[in-house]
């Protein structure tokens, strides 16, 4: 039996797992896919306090150690659903299932699909969500990215210093990402910024070969070669598995305040799953910290 079980080993999870840990707390933490959650995708985080700059592979590296030394156990598994038996959680896996005192749920948010003709066919065949992961493939090749907000910025500028040419295709006029980095990509020789279009299809034969771009104010329509297309429209919470014990907001993220605590005692929200207007890795570990502390006086 466990004390506290966290479910994804994100900034949040991790966070959470050193806080219950640091307070003699007997945690497991319960991890999906990445360890260190979407900031391992990052190439650079500058604003994390008290660190310079650093890669989001090392950021989640060091948060990872640090848990695991203070005794934190993991296990790679999907969670699927979460039962409360009289005060006991049971958490259930793909392949297993655990039970704890307390739960703490912080499974962030995943990419948004663009919903293209053929996005589904080329994934993974020139149609990627990572440029971070995948961006290596494409060196002196020509892609685009898709999208008009931070994430989409950091990746065409990531994309930039390996590609020959990287489009920026955004369905608006105007970006939502940061103004700094926008007017890097625009000082790029090897940057098009292509507005207020969409992407109809993507295009190819065992691999993308293009995009059908319509233009949203005039209705053309044109055809652009290239070898890879990053999708960048934004992140979804997936808290379905949870919906039958805790309550979610019409977008599917978990109904918790600043306290963290969720609609059902004893489990707790943390990170970019939950309610909140600012998803930053400062965000994702203060909700760490508060989460385990509230487990604390829960199990108290
Ligand atoms: C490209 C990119 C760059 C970014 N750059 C910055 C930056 O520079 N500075 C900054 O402050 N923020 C940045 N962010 C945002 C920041 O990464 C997030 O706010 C932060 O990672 C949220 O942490 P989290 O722990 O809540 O969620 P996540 O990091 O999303 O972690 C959640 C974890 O839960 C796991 N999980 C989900 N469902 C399940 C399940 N059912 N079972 C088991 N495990 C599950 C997931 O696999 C994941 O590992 C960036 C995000 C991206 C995508």
Do not use: W
């Amino acid at each position: 039996m466990y004390d506290v079980i966290i479910i994804g080993a994100g900034t949040a999870g991790l966070t959470a797992a050193i806080y219950s840990a640091r307070a003699g707390k007997r945690v497991i933490v319960i991890e999906g896919s990445t360890i260190g959650g979407q900031i391992a995708t990052s190439p650079r985080v500058e604003n994390y306090p008290g660190i310079m700059q650093i890669s989001g592979m090392e950021f989640s590296d060091r948060l990872f150690e640090q848990a695991t030394a203070l005794g934190v156990e993991l296990e790679i598994d999907t969670v699927v659903g979460i039962t409360d038996n009289g005060g006991i959680k049971t958490v259930t896996t793909e392949y297993g299932s655990f039970e704890g005192k307390a739960v703490i749920i912080a499974t962030g948010v995943k990419h948004r699909k663009l919903g293209a003709n053929g996005e589904d066919k080329y994934s993974g065949r020139g149609v990627s969500y990572c440029a971070i992961c995948d961006g290596a493939f494409y060196k002196d090749k020509t892609v685009a990215v898709i999208g008009g907000g931070s994430s989409a910025l950091i990746s065409a500028d990531l994309l930039s210093d390996g590609c020959e040419k990287v489009y920026l295709i955004h369905r608006r006029s105007e970006f939502r990402g940061e103004e700094k980095i926008l007017s890097g990509l625009r000082a790029k020789a090897n940057v098009e910024i292509v507005c207020d279009t969409v992407v109809d299809e993507i295009f190819g034969d065992e691999k993308v070969t293009g995009v059908t771009l319509r233009n949203v104010s005039t209705e053309k329509i044109k055809n652009v070669s290239l070898d890879g297309v990053f999708v960048s429209v934004g992140q979804t919470p997936e808290n379905a598995a949870f919906s039958s014990l805790v309550e979610l907001d019409e977008y599917g993220y978990i109904v918790a305040g600043e306290d963290t605590k969720t609609s059902s005692e004893g489990i707790f929200a943390a990170g970019d799953c939950r309610t909140k207007a600012i998803r930053q890795l400062t965000t994702a570990a203060a909700d760490g910290a508060v989460a385990a502390l509230a487990v604390c006086d829960y199990l108290r």
